[in-house]
Antibody, heavy 120, light 107 residues
């Protein structure tokens, strides 16, 4: 059974940093591109970042480029999102998902999400 | 970035109704269009990929059509479990942008 389990969310002050993790199981993690999608409270979905199966290619939304870094450790079946210079508008539930990176891709498995709140 | 615009933003419908949601891309995306369903407090679920391919396990009352810039999600006979918010997403290029969502409510 495919499972994605996010962690690392919490309350952080503006300008602070946080690292999210997504532990994957039930599939060959290194064979799949992965992505992060977020959803601000009461708002729609926003694609944040994606990475190739070997982590060699990374992609970012303009709203987070230069502040967020996506990475993965295929030996640990874990995807990461390092977030820095956090702003109030980064407050959201962050989902990791399989796929969602290359043209023609889609995300058929999602985690349950982890909430990040940026506030003083 | 490619902008995705859904209409309507919300709709009220009754059980058994035929429901149609449209999604328009700001430039041609071929058939690189996905549809997701999301219920409150839950992660999105994939319904349709490649504009018209039904994801495994999704009921056949859901269907998708379109290519280029204009796409449609149709629910042929609305069921109680279909009340949710629906999102289109283009996968033609990164960032893989979403539409703003269409909330389907009970009339």
């Amino acid at each position: 059974e495919v499972q994605l389990l996010e962690s690392g969310g919490g309350l952080v002050q503006p300008g602070g940093s946080l690292r999210l993790s997504c532990v994957a199981s039930g599939f060959t993690f290194s064979s799949y591109a992965m992505s992060w999608v977020r959803q601000a409270p009461g708002k729609g979905l926003e694609w944040v970042s994606g990475t190739s199966g070997n982590g060699g290619s990374t992609y970012y939304a303009g709203s987070v480029k230069g502040r967020f870094t996506i990475s993965r450790d295929n030996s640990k079946n874990t995807l990461y999102l390092q977030m820095s210079s956090l702003r109030a508008e980064d407050t959201a539930v962050y989902y990791c998902a399989i796929g969602g990176t290359y043209p023609g891709s889609h995300s058929d498995y999602w985690g349950q999400g982890t909430l990040v709140t940026v506030s003083s | 970035d490619i902008q995705m615009t859904q209409s309507p933003s919300s709709l009220s419908a009754s059980i058994g109704d035929r429901v149609t949601i449209t999604c328009r891309a700001s430039q041609s995306i071929s058939s690189y269009l996905n549809w997701y369903q999301q219920k409150p407090g839950k992660a999105p679920k994939l319904l349709i990929f490649g504009a018209s391919s039904l994801h495994y396990g999704v009921p056949s009352r859901f269907s998708g059509s379109g290519s280029g810039t204009d796409f449609t999600l149709t629910i042929s006979s609305l069921q109680p479990e279909d009340f949710a918010t629906y999102y289109c997403q283009q996968s033609s290029s990164t960032p893989q942008t979403f539409g703003q969502g269409t909330k389907v409510e009970i009339k």
